[in-house]
């Protein structure tokens, strides 16, 4: 990876081959003034090239003189060799700024499940396995039925007993016992529950044994995503991901109950969700260029409502108080049944949920990522509008779901949107001229503020004073920026020419109240959850975070405005969608469908509306990072040396 | 019951109120001339009352002054009262001949299986239970999903463990529970397999627990019999029978084959099945009055191809050497995935089978009948077409298959007819005059002879001399009605004017010889089982009879004509429909539903026509009664003393 030195901060830090120089300052801590988010438009963000060669980044915002000189617009830059770069440094600015303590840049890497484990501990052990059998041929002195010569067969070649015959399995069996003469292969799926039976769920004539696999789908209320998988191996083969076709009946569970509690509702709601799935099946199975026949099971995650919804269960009491699902564990079920465009062998196992609020998807990621299984004290967060906590390990464990908000998927804040193209994901600012330093997902003029990007905006407005400890603007910096417009006061991200939108991208007070109320509502759900346990944020080993927002966002700023307990980076591990990581891994070892009914039963919920101490938390993390600044040590070492060297 | 005595035999019989007079007489062995099958036609039945009063028996076939000397005619006479009835003798006939030996009449009474007995053992337990309960209504603090609430409180208060809820279930409690606050009826269905889960399969508002009931049902090759039944007390409440809709396709189950494996013949055949299946059912909910979501499982047995025709598995391996069926055990299957217009909910448990031609029909008859429980050797037999045997006890079970033909079922006979309105279904004759009595079924002017009524005849003219041992004629008797038409010998039962046909009903030689094939099958079959277990006939210490044509055989006629071995009527069994009562009993006690498959497995399947001492059994049983005529001793004894009589 080429390597970048900052001048006259000399800082150095390596990006991708090809990555752009602003990116590459950005992830040095190193601030360039520009706020069209990478598109060129502003061409504020001026650097020279000392050594080296950037790609592209010469511009007619330039002179000619300019580049000759070696100047280049750092957004425009890509990086493909090692360079030096020097940052100019306007007159007015004094370079002991550049020395502020800044906040580390450090997001932990997202960890992926060890299948070599697994494999390693003999637990990749696969709910479906395939078995190749030559069976001697039927004689009139042997002519049991085709039945029990493959059962029987089973038995004594392979040592399975206890096995089951489905229908399907019975009505091909004559007919593909004698395509390949009598030799088959047989499909087993292994019991859920010690004492069952083993099923045998197919035949195939001939050996088939090589061709394996299973599906992992994540139900999301938004999203719905879709992985093959090769049971002999765990390979993820294909994946797919769409929008939930429910999406154009209300953005949040609410609206979908609202409307499946109408006359045809749950039907129509039901048939859209199983159309996004069929869509994204069909998409996955011919990516993956599988014999659909090969396929032996699905597995399927989602929140509660969700999942009520695809298996048309009524889902009215889950809105209302006490907020009753109609269940938490499901029978396993026939894909074919639930309508499905699979083989009617293939079977449907849904996640269990254990409340209202904290899902299928929930129980997913806790047995994906392994930590019902761990030994320390874990903290498991999926961040969302209805985000969810897990606290506990291997003995225990607490759950809550919080009502943030939508103010992290860009809902409630004037310029928020989703995480797509032109929302600016990541922020600096200039603390002497209070220019930004914006990137845009997409490196194109900006258009909002998506959550992650919120969220590192706030960070360095605290760190830098540009906000207080109540989210309010320094009214006395001198600059445009920050402006009281109809009584509002807001920091202007952006100027209107140098957006997509025709006005300016702007941050305001009621965004960071906004924000203030989400984050305040996930850390003190955190607090209460402890508290209830008996045990405080240092008691906490590790954190796992969820959820494709919890996969962007940048961690250290998440601990500074108070989302997160601030711990050691290390030990935070991101597991990105949580719910498909959790139905995949049960596809590879049955281990994990045999625990997830203890470990359902053995999730203790927590209604945080009904918990008396949670007023209390929220409203002491309604400050940033919180009322209680003892609680983030580093936070406060920081801002107290920024005092200092400002003093 | 009034009393009926004949003279000048003195023989006495009591009849039902309002039975016929010609009736009686049969019942008590004494001959009355009479061809016309009990319409009043031939006017050859000519009685004088004596003592009492009949009904009716005025015919314009007697004068006015016979009429007022007391003569009436017996097939028109009814029994209201005790009466004292001479037969005239006419002069020609020696009244030593009605000193004969004759066949004892004697016929075992059908036994009802006691349901008390096992009610007393502890084995009235169903496997379809309704519990109600009185829920708590969920509260903030106390918000488990409605399925855990009941599982738990079930759990509490019924010490039920290893619940599984059906997705059916889940769908409907929301609503139910809330109902009627909170007070629901759980149906729970047993598990057939110790250590599988017992299951939810229905919940219901309120109290239901007097409304259980379940459906027993025999899907036969001609006839599908059903019964709605209680399951609080075993009650039958409705009852219903048709013929299998496919009988339009072919009579036998081999033609049905061959249409199944025409393109569409299977799907076709499945659906006929189904429809007839479904016309039960509507009527027998109808008849019963019950509401359909009270019924919780269906029962189904039949032979092995209508079993895999409706299931829709292809039958063509049942016809073609090694004669291999598809499967010889079902898991439990959802009736409304049979197609079935039953409820979601409802289970449908379909009987296993023993081979391609011991089928689950044969299988419900051993375990209803309790043969499977046995301490003494026990010879099962279903007669019909294909007729079935199963020798054995307790311990062990042997079984074999037989093509008796369908003499029958009057097939292969000249005047043969199914046993319906017109069939001469007993018989008696004059040794001297060679008049025969007849009795059809509905007592109207003879059509034909049905298979009962065959077996009735032979062992009659057997006895009495006018066959001899090889079936054929005595063809020195003096009698208009032994004739020889084109080649072949025939007795004429009725005159073309005295039939419903317009022509003479007679019974030929060739029709004795299909007979005494059909019989020596089923005889050589059972001899050939016996021969392989190192048993004898003497050693059988019960016969239970099973099959509509087994209700109707006269024992002592088919132990004459060597269909039955030689045993005393009291050790014979009448099931009736044994597939049936099978059906109906493993619907109350799960005790048959956990046995049925090691019993099926202990039944040994003997293919006869690959068992080597089959074929000299076989020959040796082409005789009237056997060849051996020491294994009928009783016989051989009343055909000894009838010669010496003569002589």
């Known amino acids: 990876m080429p390597k970048v030195v900052f001048l006259p901060h000399a800082k150095e830090v390596e990006i991708e081959d090809g990555g752009s120089l602003i990116r590459a300052a950005m992830d040095a801590g190193v601030h360039i003034n520009a706020s069209c988010g990478g598109e060129g438009v502003c061409g504020k963000c001026r650097i020279i090239v000392e050594k080296g060669a950037v790609t592209d980044g010469v511009s007619e915002r330039l002179s000619d003189d300019e580049t000759a000189q070696g ?46 484990d697994l494999k390693e501990k003999g637990l990749f052990v696969p709910p479906i396995e395939k078995r190749y059998l030559e069976l001697p041929p039927p004689t009139i002195t042997d002519n049991l039925s085709d039945v029990t010569r493959l059962v029987s067969f ?56 090589d061709k394996d696999y299973a599906i992992a789908m994540d139900i999301g209320t938004t999203t719905i995503y879709g992985q093959m998988i090769d049971l002999n191996n765990g390979d993820v083969l294909s994946e797919y991901g769409d929008f939930n076709g429910q999406i154009s009946y209300g ?10 509690e109408k006359e045809g509702g749950l039907d129509r709601l039901g048939d859209v969700v199983i159309a996004t799935i069929n869509k994204i099946i069909t998409r996955i199975i011919k990516k993956a260029g599988v014999n659909p026949d090969d396929i032996s099971t699905i597995t399927l995650a989602g929140n509660t409502t969700m999942t009520q919804l695809m298996l048309k269960i009524d889902p009215r009491f889950i809105r209302r108080a006490p907020y009753v699902p109609a269940s938490t564990l499901y029978p396993p079920l026939r894909a074919a049944d639930l309508g499905m465009t699979l083989g009617d062998h293939v079977a ?18 806790v047995m994906g990522s392994g930590m019902y299984l761990a030994d320390e004290l874990t903290l498991y967060m999926d961040i969302g509008t209805n985000a969810e906590i897990v606290i506990g390990n291997r003995d225990w464990l607490a759950c809550a779901a919080c009502s943030a908000g939508p103010a992290f998927e860009g809902g409630g804040i004037k310029h928020g949107m989703r995480a797509t193209k032109g929302a600016v994901e990541d922020f600096s600012i200039d603390p002497l001229t209070l220019e930004p330093m914006l990137i845009t997902i997409g490196d194109v003029r900006p258009k909002g503020i998506c959550g992650s990007g919120l ?103 998440a601990m500074t405005i108070g989302l997160l307990p601030e711990i050691d980076a290390d030990k935070v591990t991101f597991i990105g969608n949580g719910s498909l990581l959790g139905a995949k891994m049960s596809s590879l070892t049955n281990r994990i469908r045999k625990d997830i009914v203890e470990v359902t039963k053995k999730m203790t919920n927590f209604e945080l509306s009904e918990t008396s101490s949670y007023m209390d938390q929220y409203v002491a993390a309604l400050f940033l990072p919180h009322t209680d600044i003892d609680q983030f040590p580093k936070l406060k070492a920081r801002l107290e040396a920024r005092r200092r060297h400002i003093e």
Request: net charge negative.
């Open 71 to 116: 100047y280049r617009l750092a957004c425009l830059s890509q990086i493909t060799e090692d360079v030096t770069i020097r940052v100019p440094v306007e007159s007015d600015i004094d370079a002991s700024v550049l020395n502020l303590p800044a906040t580390p840049r450090k997001t932990a890497r997202i960890r992926q499940y060890n299948l070599n």
């Open 154 to 209: 089973l038995k004594i070649t392979h040592d399975e007993h206890r096995l089951e015959v489905d229908l399907s399995v019975i009505r091909k069996l004559p007919e593909v016992m004698r395509t390949d003469n009598f030799k088959v292969t047989a499909t087993l799926a292994r019991p859920v529950h010690e004492g069952s039976k083993t099923r045998i769920i197919n035949v195939q004539p001939g050996d088939t044994t």
């Open 251 to 260: 953005e949040d569970v609410i609206s979908r109950i609202v409307l499946a």
């Open 348 to 365: 449907a196992l849904v996640f269990p949920q254990v409340s209202s609020y904290v899902g299928g998807d929930i129980v997913a990621g």
């Open 455 to 557: 969220i590192t905006m706030v960070a360095v407005m605290l760190e830098t004073g540009i906000i207080d400890n109540r989210g309010k603007f320094n009214h006395d910096l001198d600059t445009p920026r920050i402006r009281q417009i109809d009584g509002i006061w807001e920091y202007v991200l952006a100027w209107q020419d140098e957006t997509q939108i025709d006005r300016d991208v702007v941050l305001t007070e009621p965004d960071l109240d906004n924000l203030i109320r989400a984050k305040g509502a996930m850390y003190s759900g955190c607090m209460t959850l402890l508290e209830n346990v008996g045990l405080t944020v240092t008691d906490i080993g590790r954190i796992i975070l969820a959820g494709g927002f919890g996969s962007y966002v940048d961690l250290e700023k």
